[in-house]
């Protein structure tokens, strides 16, 4: 079975741009959630899609912002970009059914820097 | 804001010998617990889930959970260098969206 999927792997930008990010999740899953992962914060939590329906949402700002496809598959944008935005990007795969009991699969990231 | 706690480390152990690491959880409602590792520039693998009180064993690794202390371990017997990583504690909210909030983890150095 293919693992999660995620492109770009490594991204450069300038402040005030924008920028879309994908993830294909594993054959069968549902959800993906969206992770923003920095040294100094470490993992946090962006949103949850599940059947192209925003389930679950973080403290994050406006300017980020995600969709899902009929498929699962789901992008996240962001939008007017801060230096702070630099990080790694993690998409995680799931049934999306199973609740407390939810395993999420991640994928091997997209690092974003902001210059 | 529920809280996951882990000690940053790092914790550093030589070959052979066991390595505990320790997370609390302030959810009180909290029932699942998983344990991810990380390896530097790579994405969490999960490792161990836990759902009940007591200890669960896989190879090489013991994840131990206690409820009513709040707070959930994990211990690699027979360490080796290429154990060497982020372990990082994530815990499920309770409540209804179950999204796990994770610690920040703690980086373990086996040493040769």
């Known amino acids: 079975k293919a693992g999660v999927t995620q492109t770009p792997r490594y991204l450069i930008k300038t402040r005030g741009q924008q920028v879309t990010l994908s993830c294909s999740p594993i054959s069968g899953h549902r959800s993906v959630s969206w992770y923003q992962q920095t040294p100094g914060q470490g993992l946090q939590f962006l949103f949850e899609y599940f059947s192209e329906t925003q389930r679950n949402k973080g403290n994050f700002p406006g300017r980020f912002s995600g969709r899902q496809f009929s498929n699962s598959r789901s992008e996240m944008n962001v939008s007017t970009l801060e230096l702070g935005d630099s990080a790694l990007y993690l998409c995680?795969?799931?049934?999306?059914?199973?609740?407390?009991?939810?395993?999420?699969?991640f994928g091997p990231g997209t690092r974003l820097l902001v210059l | 804001q529920k809280e996951v706690e882990q000690n940053s480390g790092p914790l550093s152990v030589p070959e052979g010998a066991i390595a505990s690491l320790n997370c609390t959880y302030s959810?009180?409602?909290?029932?699942?617990f998983f344990w991810y590792r990380q390896y530097s520039g790579k994405s969490p693998e999960l490792i161990m889930f836990i759902y009940s009180n007591g200890d669960k064993e896989d190879g090489r690794f013991t994840a131990q959970l206690n409820k009513a202390s709040q707070y959930v371990s994990l211990l690699i017997r027979d360490s080796q260098p290429s154990d060497s990583a982020t372990y990082l504690c994530?815990?499920?909210?309770?409540?209804?969206?179950?999204?796990?909030?994770f610690g920040r983890g703690t980086s373990l150095i086996v040493h040769p």
């Open positions: 959810d009180r409602g909290s029932q699942s």
């Open positions: 994530a815990v499920p909210t309770s409540g209804g969206s179950y999204i796990p909030t």
């Open positions: 995680a795969s799931s049934l999306g059914t199973s609740g407390r009991q939810e395993t999420q699969y």
